[in-house]
């Protein structure tokens, strides 16, 4: 086949992005309410639906498993009369409340592309050789007694993945309290491809002559839909439904080893992390914690700021935050399993785009990140690969390190796999991050492409080219100026580059291995590039979502 490079944008046309208008979902808000104690939470949830109803609203779900974990009833109250702010007054006013907030809206962590040649290497696996995980393949490539979870746009039953998808516990939250049409009603049907290419990187089929390899070859990926059909965002509600899920899942099943649960999105708030602690979305994400039975792996974000605190500015492009807003679920404290994951390039320098700080516990390789994908039919073809950048793409080399890790030593604990990962790190790959540098690389090089494009369609004339690339160059360094302040403030994570083979020495004290392989088989079609702002764009035709 003849080698081809598609760039795919994230089209937010045709769309409302809730960073483009609003932040959460109208009319609803998220509620903690009190149980009296001999109360079962039967019982609890008529007399919480009577309360509810009283200030003329309904309860859309409780949220059991969550809810037995925390001695506290977690819903989704709606209400067709009342806006957002009226709803949460009215429930505030009722001594039965703990605490109620707006169901705000969440965001993929993908972010941009880079170019890479059709070529079926090794090379393209850069992720897998960077975090050293083929030093452990010769111990385990992992193991059908381990599980990871994908919280995410859904995982499509991709040649390269369908081996290793737990199908019997795959779910789907869209289609629970029939919010949208049924007829996509499946947690494998993933429009997006996010989901699909995260889970290609925590367990993509090794060994079988086909496209690529995740960092476990052998693992069952259970995968949980939490996102729309029509575009890139859900709101908290959907993801507090999939933790139930899984927290219930966890609960009927006291000998499932659930390595870790793999979240690639998230939400810029107002709250800051200790009022947080107060919220429903806190508390869902707690009692998944005190089950003591997983890791909790989360994106740091791809805002350049500093995870744990108030952005310093407004989101300059994109609107994906605003001043005085904390990422989450990154930003949260006090949640033992929890690990926050930054993104750093094939150089060992890092990702431009990547949240950084203190808060931000460990890099992983999250930029050009090559991973399956679901299927788009370009010019005739099935595409069903694809190279994304993004911490999201970093997050799911640590979950994958995690279950690779579990399948060595399955008796191990959350805590005790998280301790090795973090103190396994390499240290001295863990470079400072310059956002102001790498956001005006990006923006130029994107508007110098458009620009050779209308070249091409006729649209500008040749002779303008250098004048119109000195404007787009002017018109990054003007646009993310407030950026500038952040260069060199500090490295991508607290411990360093992930090392799978230094965890697995660690939790193995003192064993030591080398084993070879390339982990990055042939036989894949022609690659995709996708920026996380865009989702198709072919020889300048665009296709909205």
Known sequence: MKSKVFALLL?????????????????????????????????????????????????????????????????????????????????????????????????????????????????????????????????????????????????????????????????NTQTVSGDYDLTFGSWDADFQGHGTHVAGTIGAVGNNGIGVAGVNWNVRIIPVRVFDVENAFETISYEIRGLNYVAGLLRKNPNMRLAALNFSLGSALPQTPSEMQDDAYYMAYQALDQLNRTLIVVAAGNSGVETGAPALFDDPERASFKTGTYHYPA?????????????????????????????????????????????????????????????????????????LLMSAYPDATPGQIKAALLEGADKDKNPLVYPYAGFVKWYVARKTREIDENIESGITPPASRDIEIVRVTREA????????????????????????KAAYDILDKGTHGSGSSSGCNGGYTAMMIISAVVIASNAGKKKSR
């Open 11 to 171: 089209l937010l046309t045709g769309i409302c992005s809730p960073a483009m208008c609003d932040i959460f979902a109208e009319g609803e808000a998220l509620a903690v309410f009190r149980v009296p104690e001999g109360v079962g939470m039967s019982a609890a949830s008529v007399s919480v639906a009577e309360s509810v109803g009283e200030i003329g609203a309904s309860v859309a779900e409780s949220y059991e498993a969550l809810s037995e974990i925390q001695g506290k009833l977690i819903v989704l109250v709606r209400s067709s009369a009342k806006s957002t702010e009226e709803l949460i007054a009215s429930l505030k006013a009722r001594p039965d409340v703990i605490t109620a907030s707006p169901n705000y809206y969440a965001q993929r962590q993908s972010f941009s592309a880079s170019r890479l040649p059709n070529d079926p290497s090794a090379d393209l696996c850069w992720g897998l050789k960077a975090i050293n995980a083929p030093d452990v393949w010769d111990k385990t490539t992992g193991t059908e007694y381990i599980y990871a979870c994908v919280v995410d746009t859904g995982v499509y039953k991709h040649p390269d993945l369908v081996g290793n998808i737990a199908e019997e516990y795959g779910y």
């Open 331 to 403: 930003a949260f404290t006090g949640l033992n399993n929890l690990i926050v994951v930054g993104a750093t390039a094939s150089d060992d320098t890092a990702a431009f785009f990547t949240n950084w700080g203190d808060k931000v516990d460990i890099a992983a390789p999250g930029q050009s990140i090559l991973s399956t994908y679901s299927p788009i039919e370009i010019d005739g073809d099935q595409e069903m690969y694809a190279t994304l950048s993004g911490t999201s793409m970093a997050a799911p080399h640590v979950t994958g390190a995690a279950a």
């Open 477 to 500: 360094e003007e646009l993310y100026g407030p950026y500038r302040q952040l260069d060199g403030a500090g490295r991508v994570s607290r411990t360093g580059l992930l090392d799978v």
